[in-house]
Nanobody, 124 residues
Framework: QVQVAEFGGGLVQPGGSLTLSCAHSGDTFSNYAMSWYRQAPGKERELVARISSNGGSTNYADSVKGRFTISRDFARNTVHLQMNSLKPEDTAVYYC?????????????????WGRGTLVTVVS
């Protein structure tokens, strides 16, 4: 069954960089749009970045535009989130999300899956 798992979180100073990765398994990677969400303490989960199933289009939350870059590696079935110029307000648990393109949906797989999250802490 399709699954995603994040790794790469950690502690970083303001202005620093960090790369998150998310490994996709259990179904054809290119059938899924991939996204990163985050949830800070006391706040709702919000979309950070999304990349289309073929990698041809991306979109970002206004708060991370110009600092974060989402990309996908079809050879490794992995999506990355490169985070630069990190700010304390970027501190959150970051979640990977995979959503199947409707024409590729299968009854034996969920249409959407979430990872367990990885914590990113930006602090001096």
């Amino acid at each position: 069954q399709v699954q995603v798992a994040e790794f790469g979180g950690g502690l970083v100073q303001p202005g620093g960089s960090l790369t998150l990765s998310c490994a996709h398994s259990g179904d054809t990677f290119s059938n899924y749009a991939m996204s990163w969400y985050r949830q800070a303490p006391g706040k709702e989960r919000e979309l950070v970045a999304r990349i289309s199933s073929n990698g041809g289009s991306t979109n970002y939350a206004d708060s991370v535009k110009g600092r974060f870059t989402i990309s996908r590696d079809f050879a490794r079935n992995t999506v990355h989130l490169q985070m630069n110029s990190l700010k304390p307000e970027d501190t959150a648990v970051y979640y990977c999300n995979a959503k199947v393109v409707p024409i590729f949906a299968r009854p034996d797989n969920p249409d959407e899956v979430w990872g367990r999250g990885t914590l990113v802490t930006v602090v001096s």
